[in-house]
């Protein structure tokens, strides 16, 4: 005699009607105020995102790049780095290697006296351009050549500042291109250089760092053919673990690794702290929304209580009522979603045109859009909830009692 | 058709207990347009609320067509309300989301029919109250007579076996009064429908083929017998 027909279909036919023809603004406003709970949810993810490309994008192009080979297990040097070079050239998917060798230095600006300690990398410039983007980012002089021995290409950071006092980190204090430095090595040689070139990447590390050409540096500790580590350039940073693996494949014995696995510590603790303040920042959100969308459901279903009844008293099943106010939510969370989704477009759009500067660059920001269907999901599922305590307990009235109003 | 046995109900107001019926026990047939009178908090619309369902009364017995609807569960007495009953109220209780077809329709929607069969259905007795050129309009847009009128579309658009009307002209003049009158006599010639209507106005006697006297919560025999 009972049956349950109609359930989803009738739900659905007072839904629409209660939203073509219930209160436009507040409708827009709940709409409104579910893109804003979005946006909230979304808006430190996409400059986290934008923080992590940066950082990303700079440890590739000038530290990392895709992959990075190292000496194999307890050794110093990886030897026959000439023939592994060449082997690696050859494999497909290999856009570019380059070889560096790096020991550590003292560096003495003579005219002024200060000094910095730190790890003087060497490369080959011509290897070295299909692989970095140092030759992009020189400020001041040129790149290092082939040929080059008594030249050096040194930091911004490095080289510093005239005024010390606006230096971010100790320098050797306002060096120019042709001026020359000291540089001691370990091993007891000591060499001046003339400064041929200042570059400025905006990652902090690299740019307090300097750099020679690899014939010098072989030249000055008597090796040849070693590397302390080979960087290999792919297609993409995404295709890197796929050209690990293939390289890994050619019997390349040394250690092989990606620039993201190279790079898990360095941001780690940094992107952590953030994530925690975004996840905080969207359970906040969350609990907005939710109480909104019950208040908001409340007073709608409030100002109906007396239409329930009769729609009760008629004979219409109390989940039937239930079921269309849950989709009238669920459409407001469908708007809701699409402004929102455009309000982040438009928040990207003003970032692109008015870009940020951090430190380390201009912020690049990224929609993640895999975190937006994810708070779009979240947000779904709460404002049912929060819509389903108002429209059981009013739904569940005495018919007598919803109808007096 | 109806049957009430020593019907029951009483109103707990927190430690007092209101009896607003002591006792009901009444009979009417199918097809007959019976009349509940008696005066103000007599207990006419409680009556009525008991008989179609609206309410549970403390005890008795209520059978309609030979179901004894007292013992269905909350979800069959939904069903039978939709499936077998009519009801128009002294406010109308139209739906304010729904326009004037959609008010009249609604109760066959809601049996899961085809919408075309139900909006032909509702034009159809939209037609009988003389509202069919106002199925588009929303409800505020309508006289309290249009109104009283579209709700009684609505109570004869699943063709139920009975339709309870409680005083549903109390907020019409004369003039729109008469016409819901007149509706429900002619429905109740034309159809053979079976409607129970609550009234205290003397004039409404003449429509009824039968009164119910009711005082204080019982069945005013003295009344009933002139
Ligand atoms: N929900 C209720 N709670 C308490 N008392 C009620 C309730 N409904 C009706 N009553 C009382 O029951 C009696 C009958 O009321 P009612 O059936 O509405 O009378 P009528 O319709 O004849 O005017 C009155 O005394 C009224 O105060
Ligand atoms: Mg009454």
């Known amino acids: 005699m009972v049956h349950n027909g109609g359930f989803g279909r009738v739900s659905l036919y007072l839904a629409v009607r209660s939203i073509r023809r219930g209160n436009r603004s507040t409708l827009l406003l709940t709409i409104l105020i579910i893109a804003l709970v979005m946006v909230l949810m979304n808006f430190l993810s996409i400059i986290i995102g934008g923080v992590v490309t940066l950082y990303n994008d700079q440890m590739i192009d000038y530290q990392y790049s895709h992959i990075i080979i190292e000496p194999r297990e307890k050794q110093t040097y990886i030897s026959n780095a000439d023939g592994l070079v060449k082997r690696l050239k050859g494999i497909p998917g290999v856009y570019g290697v380059t070889a560096h060798l790096s020991t550590g230095v003292t560096i003495t600006n003579p005219n002024k006296g200060n000094f910095q300690s730190l790890s003087l990398v060497s490369y080959n410039p011509d290897d070295e351009q299909e692989v970095t983007q140092f030759q992009r980012v020189i400020i001041d002089g040129d790149d290092l050549s082939k040929g080059d021995t008594d030249q050096i290409l040194i930091g911004a950071l490095l080289a510093g500042k005239e ?87 050619f019997g390349v014995e040394e250690k092989v690794k990606t620039w993201s696995e190279k790079s898990q510590g360095i941001l780690g603790d940094a992107i952590e702290s953030l994530n925690l303040i975004n996840t905080i920042m969207k359970v906040v959100a969350l609990v907005v929304a939710s109480v909104v969308i019950f208040i908001v459901t409340y007073i709608n279903i409030i100002n109906r209580k007396k239409q329930i009844g009769i729609l009760k008293a008629i004979g219409i099943r109390k989940q039937i009522i239930e079921g269309s106010y849950l989709l009238q939510v669920l459409f407001q969370c469908a708007c809701g979603a699409v402004v929102g989704i455009l309000m982040l477009n438009g928040i990207v759009f003003a970032l692109t045109i008015n870009q940020i500067r951090f430190p380390m660059g201009y912020l690049v920001p990224v929609i993640d859009y895999s975190s937006v269907a994810f708070s779009i999901v979240l947000l779904c599922i709460v404002s049912l909830i929060s819509a389903f305590i108002p429209a059981r307990q009013v739904a569940g009235e005495e018919i007598l009692d919803a109808m007096r109003g | 058709m109806i049957d009430v046995v020593d019907l029951k109900k009483v109103y707990q107001m927190g430690l007092v207990e209101v009896g607003a019926l002591k006792g009901v026990t009444i009979h009417i047939d199918k097809g007959e347009f019976v009349g509940i009178m008696g005066p103000s908090g007599s207990g006419k619309s409680t009556l009525l609320h008991q008989l179609g369902l609206l309410d549970t009364p403390s005890s008795g017995t209520i059978r309609l067509n030979s179901t004894e609807i007292t013992r269905l569960s ?153």
């Open chain 1, 163 to 249: 005024d010390e006092s606006l230096d971010k980190l100790p320098s050797l204090g306002g060096v120019k291109v042709g001026d020359r430095v000291t540089v001691a090595y370990n091993n007891g040689v000591v060499k001046s250089y003339r400064v041929k070139g200042i570059y400025e990447s905006l990652h902090a590390l690299i740019d307090h760092g300097a750099y020679v050409t690899k014939n010098e540096m072989d030249s000055v500790l008597k090796t040849s053919d070693i590397a302390t580590e080979i960087l290999v350039k792919g297609k993409s940073a995404e295709d890197a673990p796929d050209l690990k693996y293939t390289i890994m494949g």
């Open chain 2, 74 to 226: 909350d979800e069959e007495r939904t069903w039978y309300r939709l499936m077998h009953l009519g009801y128009v109220f002294q406010d109308y209780a139209l739906v304010s989301e729904l326009n004037v077809m959609e008010n009249v329709a609604i109760p066959m929607i809601a049996q899961d029919r085809p919408i075309d069969e139900c909006y032909e259905a509702a034009k159809s007795v939209l037609k009988e109250v003389g509202l069919l050129e106002r199925k588009d309009h929303l409800v505020y847009e309508l006289s309290g007579g249009e109104q009283q009128r579209v709700s009684i579309a609505r109570a004869l658009v699943n063709n139920p076996e009975i339709i309870f009307a409680d005083e549903p002209c109390a907020n019409l003049d004369t003039e729109n009064s008469r016409v819901v009158l007149e509706l429900f006599r002619s429905v109740n010639k034309d159809l053979g429908q079976t409607i129970v209507m609550v009234s205290h106005e003397p004039w409404h006697m003449e429509y009824f083929d039968r009164i119910i006297f009711i005082r204080d919560g019982v069945i005013d025999e003295e009344r009933m017998r002139e």
